[in-house]
């Protein structure tokens, strides 16, 4: 398993928000999180995410548990210039009760779930 650490790891921290990407039977599923809102448990192997809605996200991903996460801050410094992006490709579910689930709800009461995201490859782009 992949974790994400190191320049990825200040991404995610300074993130504003989060592209998410599960593949559905009419091709690929966009949706979107606030970066502020992802948790990454130690030792940074799973990213975790409150969920309200995402009903299409938790369908696609019962058929297909890939998921892809594209973040990306101004504020780290990239390889050439001020900005940085990762994408963390891992498997995902939406979990209803669990740990994963206390862990969001308590700061986020409002979830009904938890997108859960366990990390297998970390890549930096920009």
Known sequence: MAKIEGVCREVCEASEYV????????????????GNYMRIVEPGEVAVFPVGRF??????????????????????????????????????????EGEYVDLVREKFPW????????????????
Do not use: F, Y
């Open 19 to 34: 592209a998410i990407v599960t593949n559905g039977p009419d091709g690929p599923h966009l949706a979107g999180h606030w």
């Open 55 to 96: 009903q299409r996200t938790e369908q696609n991903l019962r058929a297909d548990d890939r998921i892809q996460l594209m973040v990306a801050s101004r504020k780290v410094q990239g390889t050439r210039s001020p900005g940085q992006g990762c994408v963390i490709a891992g498997a995902g579910e939406v979990l209803a």
């Open 111 to 126: 979830a009904r779930g938890a997108l859960v995201v366990r990390v297998e490859s970390v890549s930096t782009q920009l």
